[in-house]
């Protein structure tokens, strides 16, 4: 049986959602292009995000910063030392793997053997250089990030997990690989600048922190927030657009004195701000959104709490959004390896403030993806996008019931002409009425018009609903008030 997220991979590609990266060339692994209708839903993702986070609230800014930084930025913030992956090679077929996630999938398949594995791991003697403990709550959450190479060799040669490529067990020494991908600035070999691609858009808000201080009226609390791409060498294959080595994120810093502010407060009114974009503004299905709370092995040092709204993908509950309390861990960094101060005056006391910080982290293609997965329905011969309207890549589809006849046609056209200027539309008059309603359930275009004979007399159309498939005849008038309305609901 094809599953669900084969169907949503090959609806992607038939409908110009997504297509594999540099295909014309046998692809690239973990790269993908956004096709015409694609980059109209990915841009509505990231537009509506812009307008709630940053437009319609006055206590965030937004930034753009370069795409390439300083070396002594992914320094600071520790990257370049401390942002890696565990990765196994198997010696049979030189399949490469992430470690944590070739465990993390092999207990999720083996659940009801848990209890099992631990009592076994309890029960033979171990090196002095592991901490038992640690690895029985890895096992007993799932989740072994944040675990030694001594630790997760441990757990691979207890489960005796095979390498899902070939079935043998012959794994290398876990090891780890640094995600950022490095660039050699100049053209003289041998006298480049060592610069990296940003891992995450965040460092660009502390980087430019005093800048902002600076040049804006800001007063804390208050938040930077960026929307761009990040790059990690990332090698898990697999699931379409879930983790990808590009990929497009938006972060907010949200900058505050916990002196005068209560993080606990700030972090839930952050997590009710990310639910309710979730649910009211993408349209998605609660049941299928949950909270996970980062374990203390799997949380960064400096972090006071992590947690995770995860999305119910067809391969399980995965991180769609993280919130962290970074407390002042970041701007200290820059503030030790810049040796300038960065701080913010308090103007009521004068007195200088490092602020703390929250952070919410989305990947926009992870919204995307979910976005694609939450509409996903097969009713019979159809299968139907059911996008929430006011992201849906086209609102309103017009057609001419016959491609034949010029003056439906025309009237269509004419339709369409003035409904476009202000609703992003679609013209089709290929193929039958039948094959071109199924197109548009496929891409999710809520509504379709069509233009029949009726429509030359009495200056009517029919408007047909995505959803119920139900029809309702309008004047071509009130078109324009009809769809603003629904869009505006
Ligand atoms: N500044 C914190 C940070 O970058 P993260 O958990 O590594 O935290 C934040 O990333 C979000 O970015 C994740 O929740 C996920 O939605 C998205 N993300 C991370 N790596 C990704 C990848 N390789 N491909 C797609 N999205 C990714």
Redesign the pocket.
Known sequence: MVDKMDKIVALAKRRGFIFPGSELYGGLA?TYDYGPVGAELLRNIKNLWWETFIHRRTDIVGLDASLISHQKVWEASGHTTGFSDVLIDCKECKHRIRADHLIEDYLGEHEQKIDEFIELFTSVPHSADIDPERIKTGIANKKVEGLTLLEVETILNHLKIPCPNCGKFAWTTPRKFNLLFPVHLGIVMGDQALAYLR????QGMFVNFENVVNSTRVRLPFGIAQLGK?F?N?VTLGNS?????E???G?IEYFFDPESESWEKLFDSWKESMWHFVVHSLGIREENIRWRVHTDDERSFYSKRTE?LEYNFPFGFK????L?YRTDYDLKQHIKHSGKELFIVDPKTNKKITPHVI?P???I???FLMVLSDAYYEEGERVVLRIAPRIAPFKVAVFPLLANKEELVTKAKGIFETLRVQIPCMFDDRGNIGKRYLYQDEIGTPWCVTVDFDSLEDGTVTVRDRDTTEQVRLPIAELFSYFSKKLSQ
Do not use: K, M
């Not at 891992?199 to 965040?202: D, F, M, P, S, V």
């Not at 657009?241 to 080595?245: E, H, M, N």
């Not at 991180?319 to 993280?322: Q, R």
């Open positions: 973990n891992g995450e858009t965040a990040s990690r990332e657009v879930f983790r990808t080595i990929f497009e994120q972060e995770d991180e769609l959004w993280g962290a952070e982290a989305v990947g293609n992870r919204l």
